[in-house]
């Protein structure tokens, strides 16, 4: 099996890059990671050409344009990564018979019920990252109607995230609480945050199996922004004052769903286990970021 990873640097992909061998998982072959300096997905030609070269029977594609609040000033932009991204790379899939894996979220859901959302449910976007995120599922089901997985995740954080300019929500919140001044955090809006490296060992699972179609996955149970934050800040011993505020408050650029959570009844139809509840998931990467003590001298 030769899987092409595109997107290689983000969070999601570079634990599926470091799961790749992982004992127990079940995959085999060779994975060949794609930066956007390697393949810009919004070049139909370059798309066409790197495919068709590497003739991958598996492409994942982790590529997207993922700011939430610049996606509603730049709306070309989102359309052009988030949509006529997926279509070039379903296009080039097509033609030598391969599969895609392609990633989506928890916004392409308006947040009404009060319910867990699965794959069955009605999807209705109230932002413009939502909708962009949404054409690129159904541009992906049109193109390869029996030769696609469409992957809906929610709140990601891992290891690729912690430095840099593009901090995780979890970096974001201890930094924060280093400066020892009150955080602002949402209370109004619930989801479930989920770490990439579980996600990416679902999927390297996915992989071994004939899976086909659209799939919830994310850690189990629920919170709000808040109440993430509280947990974060709990598990790391840091006392810093967390002020709850509403959406409208916040002030953010583009409108999120109240409810997001996702539920997954596909994952039951293949057999496969639930990922982990998040207050696990988050406590393992909150260990594992910690330094190694220095064993004293004997």
């Known amino acids: 099996m030769r899987v092409a990873l595109i997107g290689a640097q983000g969070q999601l992909a570079s634990d599926i890059a470091r799961h790749w061998d992982s004992v127990g998982l079940g995959v085999s072959g060779e994975l060949i990671s794609l930066s956007h300096g390697d393949l810009d997905v919004t070049d139909a030609a370059q798309v066409r050409d790197v495919i068709s070269t590497l003739r991958p029977s598996i492409v994942i594609n982790t590529a997207a344009f993922t700011q939430v609040d610049d996606c509603e000033q730049q709306q070309g932009k989102a359309m052009l990564v988030n949509a006529d991204g997926p279509r070039n790379l379903a296009e080039a899939c097509r033609e030598i018979g391969a599969r895609l894996v392609h990633f989506s979220t928890d916004y392409v859901f308006d947040g009404s019920k009060r319910t867990p959302y699965t794959e069955s449910d009605q999807p209705s976007p109230i932002n413009v990252y939502g909708a962009s995120k949404l054409a690129g599922e159904q541009i992906v089901r049109d193109v390869l109607p029996s030769n696609?997985?469409?992957?809906?995740?929610?709140?990601?954080?891992?290891?690729?995230?912690?430095?840099?300019?593009?901090l995780n929500f979890v970096e974001k919140m201890i930094g924060l609480a280093a400066?020892?001044?009150?955080?602002?955090?949402?209370n109004d809006q619930v989801c479930t945050p989920?770490?990439?490296?579980?996600?990416?060992?679902?999927?390297?699972?996915?992989?071994?199996?004939e899976a086909i179609g659209t799939f919830h996955l994310t850690s189990a149970g629920q919170c709000s922004w808040l109440e993430f934050a509280s947990e974060i800040?709990?598990?790391?011993?840091?006392?810093?004052?967390?002020?709850?505020?509403t959406s409208g408050e916040f002030g953010?650029?583009?409108?999120?769903?109240?409810?997001?959570?996702?539920?997954?009844?596909?994952?039951?139809?293949?057999?496969?286990?639930?990922?982990?509840?998040?207050?696990?998931?988050?406590?393992?990467?909150?260990e594992a970021r910690r330094p190694i003590s220095p064993v004293a001298p004997g």
């Open 233 to 245: 800040l709990s598990i790391e011993g840091v006392k810093t004052e967390l002020t709850p505020v």
């Open 194 to 209: 989920t770490s990439t490296s579980e996600v990416a060992r679902a999927v390297l699972n996915l992989l071994t199996s």
């Open 179 to 186: 400066d020892n001044k009150p955080i602002r955090v949402v």
């Open 148 to 166: 696609h997985v469409i992957i809906r995740t929610s709140g990601l954080y891992g290891s690729a995230g912690m430095s840099g300019n593009r």
């Open 252 to 286: 953010a650029a583009a409108k999120r769903p109240a409810y997001s959570v996702l539920m997954s009844d596909r994952l039951e139809e293949m057999g496969m286990s639930p990922l982990p509840a998040w207050e696990r998931s988050l406590r393992e990467y909150l």
